[in-house]
């Protein structure tokens, strides 16, 4: 079990605004900011943002966000090269480790 | 663009020693402003983060690993090294070296990826 919680599969259409989730508690999510990475056909992963700063490369229709202990990945005009599994990724305080959700998959119909 | 690349044996026996070398392509292994850091994942399932080392030796080892993990840095030769001992199949997955960009805050991400490497435990 994963020390954050994400969605299993989002899916949506092009154009499509799409919102990525991602949940921990105060040792972690809610000290710390997230980054998110995107990983196409379990291929090397690849940096998208970290905590509202988009990686380079990274179009600006992705954007981040942070409320509490939960931080959102969103893609404003979802296309279809988004298609991906995403994992966001944190330091955790408490246990001095970095923790990963479980990652979701996302689909563009 | 930092580059970075694993190497080491694809195929190891249960019972023994993993070991892999990350080689990075640039200077910055002897920067204050990274950590860096293993990742790996099995097939069909998430990332899983191993551990990471400083420029100084300073090492953080995830929980559930940490009896069996060392983590070594030789900036020297621009690489760092993860030993796993006492493997089993459960630690058959691909293994990434990651530079983990260190904040004042105490944050971090990992800014770059190596390509991973597939490594297999088995008799």
């Known amino acids: 079990q994963s020390a954050l919680t994400q969605e299993v599969s989002v899916s949506g259409t092009v154009g499509q605004k799409v919102t990525l989730s991602c949940s921990g508690n105060?040792?972690?999510?809610?000290?710390?900011?997230v980054g998110w990475y995107r990983q196409i056909s379990r291929g090397a992963p690849k940096t998208v943002m970290f905590?509202?700063s988009l990686a380079s490369g990274i179009p600006d229709r992705f954007s981040g966000s942070k409320s509490g202990t939960t931080a959102s990945l969103t893609i404003s005009g979802l296309q279809p090269e988004d298609e991906g599994d995403y994992y966001c990724s944190v330091w955790d305080y408490s246990l001095s480790a970095h923790v990963f959700g479980g990652g979701t998959k996302l689909t563009v119909l | 663009q930092v580059q970075l690349q694993e190497s080491g044996p694809g195929l190891v026996k249960p019972s023994q020693t993993l070991s892999l070398t990350c080689a990075v392509s640039?200077?910055?292994?002897?920067?204050?402003?990274?950590?860096w850091s293993w990742i790996r994942q099995p097939a069909g399932r998430g990332l899983e983060w191993i551990g990471r080392?400083?420029?100084?030796?300073?090492?953080n080892y995830s929980p559930s690993l940490k009896r069996r993990l060392s983590i070594s840095v030789d900036t020297s030769k621009k690489q760092f090294s993860l030993r796993l001992t006492s493997v089993t199949a459960a630690d058959t997955a691909v293994y990434y070296c990651?530079?983990?960009?260190?904040?004042?805050?105490?944050?971090?991400?990992?800014?770059?990826w190596g390509r991973g490497t597939l490594v297999i435990v088995s008799s």
């Open positions: 080392i400083y420029t100084n030796g300073n090492t």
């Open positions: 905590g509202n």
């Open positions: 640039d200077d910055s292994i002897t920067s204050a402003n990274y950590y």
């Open positions: 105060n040792n972690n999510i809610g000290g710390y900011a």
């Open positions: 990651a530079r983990d960009s260190l904040f004042i805050t105490g944050a971090s991400f990992f800014d770059s």
